[in-house]
């Protein structure tokens, strides 16, 4: 009995692994980017005293009371032009992923298989 082999295109391994590096480095970006906003935060919070977090009370009260209101139609139609963004924004740097990966690691003959996964 054979090993059951599975092919793919070079151009569909390379958007693959594109994709699979964009997401790691979104997440090492992410990751940094949140440890960071952390340590800000922590920083801030230990050198805040009473007075000054009372001191603004009067202007911080008056934001959260603000009448001008968006439509719940506004809010969708914001959420879909930037999560369409970000998905479009998403795209667009995963192909220029994968095509530095095929830059990076060319396939050895244009436009044939390339050998099974596993070998």
Known sequence: MSEPSIRIAWKLRNRIVGK???VVVLSVLAGLGF???FADDYAKGQALTLEAYT???DAYRAGLLDTTIWPAWGWMMM?????GGAVVIYELAGWLFGWLV???WPDEEQGVAPPPLGQ
């Open 102 to 104: 095929g830059k990076a």
């Open 35 to 37: 440890a960071a906003t």
């Open 55 to 57: 001191a603004d009370f």
């Open 20 to 22: 699979a590096l964009l």
């Open 79 to 83: 959420s879909v032009l930037m999560l």
